[in-house]
């Protein structure tokens, strides 16, 4: 799909989309409990609907109706009573919290997924089945994994992605024995570990945290309950970020107090307007083609802890460079820096391209309100926003899409 802009000034209301991240985690603690649990205020992306997918093939039933979600838990400890395969499609959360849960049984489930995700690091995982003598056969598109996952110690380092803490998060408590996940200094993402606590705690299930250190006791039970996805800092960081451009969007239903980590963005834009660099994304990687985007219409700015940006749905840095310059400005990429040599945007003199990333989409459209152009592979905002054009439409952006030429 081909996106087109002309330039317009965005002008409105948007109510923040609901929070992936939190949806993929009620979801799977739904998923896991005995009894009927409720999740309201869902929005189905593809990611949202691979971790539906999964929860099914490993015996959820699932009832939709609107946006909310009717969940009876399945099992997962027991003998396989559903589909043996998950399909994750391109979802990099929803496989990595999956991957647990299909140790827990002794059953043997494969795992499949479009060959960027399985090219995706799961060496974390690799190194626990190695260790404790269980299947773990990785495919150009898919994953097989058997064998019963075994409770104590699992040491992790704290710099890789926290999507495999959340997927032992989510097992551990099912086991007989106690664990213990001890985090390898530096820790990175953190706001969503906390996430998947809290997650968690809502369907009863305890964690302890101690230090670098969470403390889980076995033979715990998920408990039904009736929950509303909060509204989404991720994505509503794009539309505030048209602000930045001298829009005048208003983004209402955020939780003021939410452990979203992405609700640094506004920080952030602040720290960019001010030439106050460098920014450490450590613990905020989703927000980085924004901060790019914003950083490309203000001035030079360098980021710190980018490293992680390269194993992404694209390399989200070295996507931004190549798209960055298309728009006149310069960026360098290093080790663990981006700097944008940001100030001056000129229009395109060809299409900008997706790289297959949703959030290189949305953060070139944010730019081609100013300048104007066009976003080939547009299509690959529907992995977490499939409506994202059309709330651009609804606050005055002069944008149409259709397929590519």
């Known amino acids: 799909m081909k996106a087109v802009f002309t330039p317009s000034k965005a002008v409105g209301t948007i109510t923040a989309p609901p929070s992936k991240s939190m949806a993929h985690r009620l979801l799977i603690c739904a998923g896991l409990s005995v009894g009927e649990s409720v999740i309201h205020n869902l929005a189905f992306s593809k990611d949202v609907e691979a971790t539906i997918a999964c929860l099914r093939a490993l015996g959820a ?10 969940i009876s838990g399945a099992d997962v400890r027991r003998k ?36 960027y995700l399985l090219n995706r690091p799961l060496s974390v995982y690799e190194a626990i089945a190695e260790k404790q003598g269980l299947l773990f056969d990785k495919a150009s598109d898919r994953l097989t994994v058997k064998g019963r996952l075994k409770s104590g110690i699992y040491e992790v380092a704290g710099n890789i992605s926290s999507q495999f803490i959340s997927g032992l998060l989510f097992a551990l408590p099912m086991l007989d024995g106690d664990s213990e996940i001890r985090l390898i200094p530096p820790v990175e993402s953190k706001p969503y570990i906390d996430m998947t606590l809290s997650a968690l705690r809502d369907f009863g299930i305890t964690v302890t945290e101690k230090g670098a250190s969470y403390l889980i006791q076995g033979g715990q ?66 927000l980085g083609p924004i901060l790019f985007a914003v950083a490309a219409a203000k001035g030079k700015t360098v980021f710190t802890g980018t490293r992680r940006l390269r194993i992404k749905e694209s390399d989200r840095a070295e996507a931004m460079r190549v798209e960055l310059q298309k728009l006149g400005v310069d960026v360098e990429v290093g080790e663990n820096t981006v700097t944008v040599y940001g100030g001056t945007l000129r229009a395109p003199k060809e299409a900008l391209f997706s790289h297959g990333d949703h959030r290189i989409v949305m953060a070139l459209s944010v730019l081609l309100t100013v300048t104007g152009g066009a976003i080939l592979g547009a299509e690959s905002v529907s992995k977490s926003f499939p409506d994202f054009f059309d709330r651009l439409k609804d606050l005055g952006v002069n944008v149409s899409y259709g397929m590519d030429q």
């Open 221 to 286: 039970q998920y408990r039904p309950t009736d929950l509303t996805v909060e509204g989404d800092y991720s994505n509503s960081a794009f539309f505030e970020a048209l602000n930045e451009l001298n829009a005048d969007v208003t983004v209402k239903g955020l939780r003021e107090d939410s452990l979203q980590g992405d609700r640094i963005y506004k920080i952030l834009y602040k720290k960019i307007n001010s030439g106050d660099s460098p920014i450490d994304i450590a613990d905020c990687p989703d």
């Open 61 to 70: 039933r699932i009832r939709l109706d609107g946006n909310t979600a009717y």
């Open 80 to 115: 396989r009573l559903a589909s043996a395969e998950l399909p994750c499609n391109e979802c990099g959360s929803t496989l990595r919290f999956m991957i647990p849960l299909c140790m827990l049984s002794g059953e043997e489930y494969t795992l499949t997924g479009s060959e």
